[in-house]
């Protein structure tokens, strides 16, 4: 993650949180209330469209009747509004210093979000964001998946972990043999997909050297 985090109170300027966001050269920053506690956060997304700049846009008539008055008012204050109350998104999606980076990676997925702000008793502590995630796959990238396999038989182990559970791979028709760090992989596989899976899974144990792959297509699936 990254700290400390840039915080804005509910009444600071929308020219304030822009020129911050420039400034700092970041893409968001959460909204702490009196007592630091955060009730928002605003992305450079929030402020894209704006009426100062001539991007704000109306919606079309019969799309207005659609989406009621509740709506059309929030539109009206995301491109007009004064202050950070006014123009940042809730609820926030937050995370906690424990919360594991896969469980991260959801939560940005699922909630269609590019950052979470961490907190310890709803306050701020850092931010993090998908380009926070992508500087630990570049720093784990010669680790492997971390599985911390060392020998032959602690590499096969860790692979066949990694396939356990997994519905697309049938363990049945796979045998996988381990030499000196180099993976084979024997079997049948029902596509071109489920091979290159297979392959990726193996080379991503850590101590594998090299995968070798004797695996044969299934004609009868399609």
């Known amino acids: 993650m990254t700290s400390p985090v840039i915080t804005v109170a509910l009444d600071t300027p929308v020219p304030d949180i822009a020129e911050l966001l ?32 001539g991007t704000d846009r109306p919606r079309a008539r019969w799309l207005e009747m659609l989406v009621g008055r509740n709506v059309q008012a929030a539109d009206f204050l995301k491109t007009h ?6 123009v940042m998104s809730r609820p926030v999606q937050a995370v906690s210093p424990d919360t594991e980076i896969a469980e991260i990676a959801d939560l940005m997925e699922d909630k269609r979000i590019k950052r979470a702000p961490v907190l ?7 931010i993090i964001s998908r380009a926070n995630l992508l500087h630990g796959l570049l720093r784990n990238r010669r680790g492997g998946t971390g ?25 049945d028709r796979i045998n996988i043999v381990v030499n000196d760090g180099v ?8 596509s071109e997909e489920q091979r290159r899976a297979l392959h990726t899974a193996a080379s991503g144990v850590s101590g594998v050297k090299r995968v070798e792959e004797h695996l044969n297509r299934n004609r009868f699936v399609g």
């Open 22 to 53: 420039l400034t700092h050269r970041i893409s968001g920053l959460p909204v702490v209330d009196q007592d630091g506690r955060a009730v928002g956060i605003i992305s450079e997304g929030d402020l894209l469209r704006r009426v100062e700049t």
């Open 81 to 86: 509004g004064r202050c950070a109350r006014d």
């Open 120 to 126: 310890v008793d709803g306050r701020p502590v850092g």
């Open 147 to 171: 599985f911390g396999a060392s020998g032959d038989e602690a590499i096969r182990a860790a692979l066949l972990e990694a396939l356990e559970g997994q519905s697309w791979v049938d363990l």
């Open 183 to 190: 993976v084979q992989l024997w079997g049948m596989v029902d």
